[in-house]
C-alpha cells in the first residue's frame, strides 16, 4: 500500500466519517519508518518525490475524500511549498477576475485574502462565479494562528442534501435556472473588503477595452459605472454540480459569501450580489439556513507551522475564521 512506502495516514479529533469509507479531511503525515534517517535536506526532497511517485493515489485519493492535510512534512517556506505544488504538475490557473485581493510571492505562490484578519471569510468555492473555476486549491500555513483563523472546510454534498430537504423548491428553483452574479468593481484594491479587488488588478489592465475582453472570454460582462468603478455581471451559471467520480450533485455557488441582491440603486461601497436566474431574490431565510448548515457540518483543524492542505474546489467549500491573536500567515495556489 502506498501509505507504507511514503505516508501513513492518521486521525485527528475533528476529523468527520461518512458513509462508503469517507474521512473528511484524510490526514497524512511522513512514514517514520523512513524519515526518520535522512538528512533535512533529504527529507525536502524525499517529500517531493514521494508526491511524485503516488501522485495517482494521492489524486484518488483527493477525489474520493475532497481534502487532504499533509502534517509534520519539511515544509518550512514559500519556496518550498512552490515545489510541492509543482511536484503535483497540476496545470497552473491564472488569477483572471478573482474578487481576491492577493500578491504573489514566488512562483505559483500567492497570499491568500488579504482583506483584516479579523474579518471572517464566508464559506464558498473558490471562484464559483466564472466559467472555469480552479479544481484544486492548494494552502500553505507558514506562520500558525496565535489564536482564531483557521480554514473552516465542509462537504459540498452534505450541503446540497440538506437544503434539498430542507427547502426543496428553492433548490428546485436553482436547478431549473441557475444564479446570477454581480459584482462591483471599484477603480483599486479595497483591501477592507473580503471581495474588494479592484477591476485593474483583477484583470491586469488599466484599459477598459482589454478588460471587457477578457471578462468576456469567460462569459461575464463589464458595465462602467460613475466614479470609474464597473459592474461585472455573469450567468445565469449552474446553481450546482455533478460529482461524476462519487455521482452526486454538490452545491456549487456562493449564496452563502454574497448579499441577497439586487444591488440596483446602491452605491460601489456595496459589492458582491446573488439573483436566480430569472432575476428574483435569493430568500433570506433560505440563505441563512444554508449558512447554518455549513458551520454544523464542517471541520475545523487548527493550523499548524508547515501543513500543505490540498482541497478539491469543486467538492468542498472553505471559509477564514477571524483572526483573534497574531500571527497568521497562510498561502494559496490555485490549479486548473
Known sequence: MATERFFQQVSLPEQKHYDHGIIFPVVLTPNTNIYSNLTEEEKVCSFKEAIKAEKQWLESLVDKCGVILFRGFPVKSPSDFNDVVEAFEFPELEYVSGLATRTKVVGRVYTANECPPEIRVPFHHEMAYIRDSPSKLFFFCELEPGKGGQTPIVLSHIVYDKMKEKYPEFVADLEEHGVKIIVIMKDDNDLSNVGGRGWKSAYMTNDKNVAEERAAKQDAKLEWMEGNAVKFSTGPLPAFRFDKNNQRKTWFNNIAFTKTGPPNGRNADDYTYIELGYDAVVPDEAQKECLKIMDEECVVIPWKNG?????????????????????????????K
Open 307 to 335: 501543513d500543505v492542505m490540498l482541497v478539491n474546489n469543486l467538492m468542498v467549500l472553505h471559509s477564514r475564521q477571524p483572526l483573534l491573536k497574531p500571527p497568521r500567515r497562510v498561502l494559496a495556489s490555485l490549479c
